[in-house]
C-alpha cells in the first residue's frame, strides 16, 4: 500500500511539473531585446519609469506565477525602465506549448493608473528545454502619461474663450 501511495505522489508531481510551461520575462537582453519602458513625457536617453512602477503579466487574463516584478533602479537611473529579470511560469500549457503573455504596468504617472501591452506568443521551456526570453524586440515601451494640471488649464481657458466669442455674436 506504501509503495502505491508513493508512486502515485510521484505521478502526480511528475504531471504537476510538466503541467507548467516557463519563460524569462526580462526587457534587457542585448542585441534581441533592448525594450525599456519609457512615459511619453521622457525626452533624454534614461526613464522615468522607476521603483515605484510595478510589471504585472498573465496569460489571457490569468496572473503568472510570479505575477508580478520591479524596476532596477530609480527614476531617471541608468536602470531605469529595465525591469528586474523573473522566470515565469504559466499554469496549464505544458513546456512546448503556446502562451500569449500581456504584460501590464502600473504606476502613478500612467494615464488610467495601468497601460496593457501585447499578447506576445511565447514557445515554452520548462523540464529538459530551456525557458525562452519572452521577445519584445528593441523599440521602447511607451507609457501614456496623465495630462500636467497646467495643461488642462490651458484647455480650460482655450474652451471658456471659445464660449465666450461664440456669446458675444
Keep these: ?3 502505491l501511495i508513493l508512486a502515485v505522489a510521484t505521478v502526480m508531481a511528475t504531471y504537476a511539473a510538466l503541467g507548467q510551461g516557463q519563460f524569462v520575462f526580462n526587457n534587457r537582453v542585448p542585441p534581441d531585446i533592448t525594450a525599456r519602458f519609457v512615459l511619453d513625457t521622457d525626452t533624454g536617453t534614461t526613464s522615468s519609469v522607476g521603483t515605484d512602477y510595478n510589471v ?3 496569460n489571457g487574463t490569468t496572473a503568472l506565477d510570479p ?3 520591479t524596476f ?3 527614476a531617471g537611473a541608468a536602470a531605469a525602465g529595465y525591469v528586474v529579470p523573473t522566470t515565469e511560469n504559466v499554469p496549464g500549457v505544458a513546456a512546448g506549448g503556446t502562451a500569449n503573455i500581456n504584460v501590464t ?3 502613478p504617472k500612467i494615464l488610467g493608473g495601468s497601460q496593457t501591452f501585447g499578447p506576445y506568443p511565447v514557445t515554452l521551456g520548462g523540464g529538459t528545454i530551456t525557458p525562452p526570453n519572452l ?3 528593441t523599440s521602447s515601451l ?3 502619461t496623465v495630462p500636467e494640471p497646467s495643461t488642462l488649464a490651458l484647455g480650460v481657458i482655450g474652451l471658456g474663450a471659445l464660449l465666450a466669442i461664440r456669446r458675444r455674436k
Design 1 to 3: 500500500m506504501k509503495k
Design 56 to 58: 504585472t503579466l498573465f
Design 67 to 69: 505575477a508580478s516584478t
Design 72 to 74: 532596477r533602479g530609480a
Design 105 to 107: 504596468v502600473t504606476g
Design 135 to 137: 521577445a519584445l524586440g
Design 142 to 144: 511607451v507609457l501614456k
